[in-house]
Structure formats: C-alpha cells, structure tokens
C-alpha cells in the first residue's frame, strides 16, 4: 500500500508580478479551495523550475454543480480571447491578451473532475509536477519543491498517456535526472500486462508470467 501523500501549502505575494503569474490571476473564475486549478507545468513552473509551460492547464472538480462549471468557463474564456483569438472549447489561445506570451494555450480538462485538489495532484505521475494553484495560494506534494531544486525526477504512477518515452525524455532533455525505478516506473514495466501489450505483436513474444 502506498504510504499518504504529505502536502505543503504556501501564498503567492501580492506584489509578485511574474508574467506567469498575472496570466493565471486573469483566470478569475480559479479558486484553491474549490476549483477550478491551473496544475502541472505551469505550477512547477512558478516553485522553481525555471523551464517555462507550453500552456496552462486547467482541472475541474467533479460536482456538476460548482460555482463555476466547465461550460462557464469555457464562456468566461471565450470572453478573455475576444480581442485575442480563441480556437476549440477544449483549448483557447491567451497570446494576444499577454505581450509577455506571443503564443500560450489555456487547455481546459474538461473529459473529467476531481474530488478536490488533493486528489486532482495525486493523479500526476512526477513529483515535480504534483502542485496546483489559483494564481494567489499554492499546494503541492512535499516532495515538490525540493525535487525541482535538486532537478530530481521521479515518477510515483505510470503517466496516463500512451506517449509515456516521450514526456520521459522531455523531462531529461530539461535536465532532470531520473531516480533509480522512475525510468520502468513511467514506460510501464513494472506492469506484466503493458510488456506484453507492447512485446508480444513487435517481438513475437510468449511470455506466459513473471519468472
């Protein structure tokens, strides 16, 4: 059984003008103890990691009926862009609103919710991703900080995506450093089923079990 997550909170001062920052203060309808979260990159981002986004992703509860549901914000969003540009309801581009971003995404989650935001970052697979924030408050895995600072990548679940090799390498190529069983840990092999998914049609082969 894995051991309980310990999480850390912090707040964002109010003078801390970082382009990032603003960008997501923007977002008005974010909230930290409700949602919804801007969660990732853009927070890992903001607690040191001085590799900037591609874009800001924002997660949703799971109450259909919040405050703010993916509808408004997809509305509230549209609205930002109207001067800007916007493309699907799923993705819309904020460049045009920041000059510090000639080009940024806000990609909006919208295919599930979340519990709450403690269970929003125990869905992330590295540690130096495991935070979520509003723009003003901040929360993160314990284990976040001081993973970024030491550049220290290491995966506790296998990354829902099927380009696994590729946010791996994407990770090195900033210059973390993987931790002894991040490696099998992230492409899946410690999971007999996903070696013989990908084994058995490219190497034709028959292993029945674990030896």
């Known amino acids: 059984m894995a051991d309980a997550t310990t999480f850390v909170e912090g707040v964002f001062g109010e003078d801390d003008d970082r382009p990032l920052l603003r960008a997501i203060r923007m977002l008005s309808f974010l909230d930290l103890d409700r949602g919804p979260w801007v969660a ?10 001085p590799n900037a986004p591609s874009d800001l992703d924002v997660f949703f509860d799971g109450d259909r009926d919040s405050p703010v549901d993916r509808g408004m914000a997809v509305g509230l969003m549209r609205g930002l862009t109207s001067s800007g540009g ?18 940024m995404d806000v990609s909006l989650v919208l295919y599930r919710g979340f519990e709450d935001v403690r269970a929003l970052i125990e869905e992330i ?3 130096v991703c495991r935070a979520a924030t509003d723009g003003r408050r901040w929360i993160a895995d314990a284990r976040c900080v001081p993973d970024i600072q030491a550049r220290r990548l290491v995966a506790v679940r296998t990354p829902g995506t099927d380009n696994r090799a590729l946010r791996l390498c994407r990770y090195v190529a900033m210059g973390y450093v993987p931790v002894p069983g991040t490696i099998s840990k992230t492409l899946g092999l410690h999971e007999i089923e996903v070696i013989r998914t990908k084994l058995d049609g490219r190497l034709r082969w028959q292993g029945t079990g674990t030896s």
């Open 86 to 103: 916007a493309s699907s309801a799923r993705t819309l581009n904020i460049g045009g609103v920041f000059t510090d971003f000639p080009s």
């Open 40 to 49: 990732g990159g853009a927070a890992r981002h903001l607690l040191g990691c």
């Open 125 to 127: 697979d590295f540690t």
